[in-house]
T-cell receptor, first 116, second 110 residues
Framework: AQSVSQHNHHVILSEAASLELGCNYS??????LFWYVQYPGQHLQLLLK??????LVKGIKGFEAEFIKSKFSFNLRKPSVQWSDTAEYFC??????????????FGTGTLLAVQP | DAGITQSPRHKVTETGTPVTLRCHQT?????MYWYRQDPGHGLRLIHY???????DKGEVSDGYSVSRSKTEDFLLTLESATSSQTSVYFC?????????FGSGTRLTVV
């Protein structure tokens, strides 16, 4: 079964610092990749997604992610974080073309705290 | 966003009692999912459905059952609630490449 690994469980940054959150997946075939954000007390919101084409994907709120197929990675980046970016971030993978199930498998999440 | 309504939003129940959570969608999406969210574990798939009366197990299905008798409703049942099932439960729907999540149900088993 495919899996998703997020190695950074808890990250603390000061405002204006740069952010990079790691995500690795195990599936060897075609994948679709997602980053979701969950602000305190809220449900999941989509930050960005990769389906095909340009491996550098830009999302909302200044986030971007780069798909590196050879490394099975899809790391999330932001050049300068703000206090409002404090949230939990989840990487997720869907098997290419969804198969019969269209299942979305999540990593364990990274809790980001941005200090003013 | 697709219209997804989860009910109840909060519930406290006693160990050993049955509990049913409901997910209702208004977008006619084929696929529906139940996840549980726990600190340090992220979201783990409990059960999913790929059509009316078509369901299958996810990675943490023990102690849970589901039913989908019509497109818009996906029910999650804890047959006999245990403290380990205290969690936040999220329903999601998808059609093709987009996924939408409900607001969650916070379940506490005492």
């Amino acid at each position: 079964a495919q899996s998703v690994s997020q190695h950074n469980h808890h990250v603390i940054l000061s405002e204006a610092a740069s952010l990079e959150l790691g995500c690795n997946y195990s599936y060897g075939g075609t994948v679709n990749l997602f980053w979701y954000v969950q602000y305190p007390g809220q449900h999941l919101q989509l930050l960005l997604k990769y389906f095909s084409g340009d491996p550098l994907v830009k999302g909302i709120k200044g986030f971007e992610a780069e798909f590196i197929k050879s490394k099975f990675s899809f790391n999330l980046r932001k050049p300068s974080v703000q206090w409002s970016d404090t949230a939990e971030y989840f990487c997720a993978v869907r098997e290419g073309y969804g198969g019969a199930t269209n299942k979305l498998i999540f990593g364990t999440g990274t809790l980001l705290a941005v200090q003013p | 966003d697709a219209g997804i309504t989860q009910s109840p939003r909060h519930k406290v129940t006693e160990t050993g009692t049955p509990v049913t959570l409901r997910c209702h969608q208004t977008e006619n999406h084929r696929y529906m999912y139940w996840y549980r969210q726990d600190p340090g574990h992220g979201l783990r798939l409990i059960h999913y459905s790929y059509g009316v009366k078509d369901t299958d197990k996810g990675e943490v299905s023990d102690g849970y059952s589901v039913s989908r008798s019509k497109t818009e409703d996906f029910l999650l049942t804890l047959e006999s609630a245990t403290s380990s099932q205290t969690s936040v439960y999220f329903c999601a729907t998808s059609r093709g490449l987009g996924y939408t999540f409900g607001s969650g149900t916070r379940l506490t088993v005492v």
